[in-house]
């Protein structure tokens, strides 16, 4: 019973105001058991699980992915609780499970990926008209925050992770570090001013249909260049920073390239397609040997893994091909600041369309 | 009467044992035992073993068989599992020095000894409480592996050997039971 009546809500039919004391003893009730991230959890109740679920065609039991070595799978029901958890709305359960799914098409994270030393995070980029029609931000500040789809959807997914798959820090995740931002890297694309295809259309989801990719990035770096008319200074600077020793553990890697708009721009009109700026890079990306030897990271300058150390003066290639190098335009045209993201092994290469119910 | 607040941990599990799990019969000595060493390709992890499987050879006249994991970071596929059943008396599985590779070789561990073989699963001290909680999850809770200071990654060769050689009396415990009875 609330003591006082808010200003309007005198007339028939009009809510009850809600009760925060209520609310409090609630969230305090799921961080008791366990459930929370660090953050407060929105307490689900049925009606809200019904919400959910009524914005998709599949079975509340569907399994929706598992995590062998734990024993853990995951159905639509439970991805609907951690969701609404998150503080999603109803409406954004489809890019869950999208987003779920393409996550799950990645080796890394099927495999040992969530109780890495690594502690990497899922980049979830979203396309197509779903954007604009749930309030995804498309514009400045793409790595957040402000924008309930791009916070809680991510939340999502760690939730998932977290509770339904079991794996709680310090326990079966291990994370050294981690990445800052974890669960909460969510980027919808800037098409409107990317002078390229849209990011779906490289994972197999053309046609400008609401699509979600995911893979994992172990941290990110960003290379601010507003400094010349030159492109090709500017994929020089980027190339300085894909070669960057102290992210590479492996003799190949992969990153993505979060461009900003002006960069992006730059690139094509001096008439380079994604496909250019790609090939210039896996080109020219990577550092001689000596360099290697020099941090003690002789193993990585090889030809293949384990094999043997090439020599200081081989130049060692890190970027084997086109999918070792996903590229994607995100942010504001207010600042020629991009992000080198790198990826925790690799992309599937595959973008999850997004399916409502029909 | 109020909704009820859903739990968010599901109640689907899949099929990784959850049943207990037993632990092999120990022989009373490795004496002339075929040592299968599985090795899961982390720095050092291969001569840290070879020299485990050097000192046993000397010590016990054990024949020797190598095999590196197909992915280090999960538990091993059953057909691999097969084949060191059928060709291995003892297992000794390391180094389990990362986040995913320490619980996947006490899972390896776990499952090997549900198939009838001892396994010294080699652990650096930094992942005893995620080897122990996927023992724990294949339902082997206290499950008992050999560990080794953290970081083995970045030790030089003489200092693997010596790593080696202290771990041995751990591994042979763990590998053997002379009291005339098993656990």
Known sequence: ?358 | MPNAILDPTGSVKSKAATAAAPRARRPASLNGARVGLLINTKQNARPFLEEVGRLLTEKYDVTLTERTKVNFAVPEPDEVIKELVADSDVVITGVGDCGSCSAAAAADGVVLETAGVPVAAIITESFIPTADAMAALRGAPGYKYATTAHPVAVLTEDKVKERAAQVLDDVVALLTDSSGKND
């Open chain 1, 1 to 358: 019973m609330t003591d006082e009546a808010p200003e309007g809500s005198g007339a028939l039919g009009a809510p009850e105001a809600p009760d925060p004391d209520e609310a409090q003893r609630a969230i305090e009730y799921c961080y008791d058991q366990g459930w929370s991230d660090g953050l407060p959890l929105v307490p689900v109740s049925r009606p809200l699980l019904d919400r959910f679920l009524a914005t998709t065609d599949k079975e509340p039991d569907e399994i929706i992915g598992s995590l062998e070595q734990v024993g853990r799978d995951v159905d639509v029901r439970t991805a609907a609780i951690n969701a609404a958890m998150a503080g999603c709305k109803p409406e954004y359960f489809p890019v869950v499970l999208a987003a779920f799914d393409a996550l799950m098409r990645e080796r890394a994270a099927r495999g040992g990926g969530f109780q890495s030393t690594s502690g990497p995070a899922p980049l979830i980029v979203v396309n197509g008209p779903v954007r604009k029609e749930l309030g995804f931000n498309t514009a400045g500040g793409a790595f957040g925050p402000g924008f309930r789809p791009n916070m809680t959807i991510p939340r999502a997914v760690g939730l998932i992770v977290r509770n339904a798959f079991g794996i709680h820090p310090h326990v079966l995740e291990q994370a050294t570090q981690g990445v800052p931002g974890r669960w909460s890297i969510c980027v919808a694309e800037n098409e409107e001013e990317s002078p390229w295809e849209p990011f779906a259309e490289n994972g197999g989801a053309g046609g400008g249909v609401s699509a979600v990719s995911v893979t994992l990035t172990r941290t990110m770096e960003f290379v601010d260049n507003r400094h010349t008319p030159n492109h090709e200074d500017v994929l020089r600077d980027l190339q300085d920073t894909i070669g960057r020793i102290g992210s590479l553990i492996f003799p190949q890697t992969s990153v993505a390239l979060v461009l900003c708009p002006e960069h992006a721009q730059m690139f094509a009109a001096a008439g380079m397609s994604k496909a250019d700026v790609q090939n210039w890079l896996i080109e020219r990306s990577g550092r001689t040997g000596r360099e290697f030897r020099l941090m003690g990271k002789e193993s990585v300058a090889t030809k293949t893994f384990h094999g043997p150390f090439e020599g200081d003066d081989a130049f060692h290639a890190i970027l084997s091909g086109p999918r070792q190098i996903p590229v994607i335009v995100a942010g504001a045209k207010n600042a020629a600041i991009s992000m080198v993201v790198r990826i925790f092994g690799e992309w599937s290469g595959t973008a999850v369309p997004v399916v409502e119910k029909k």
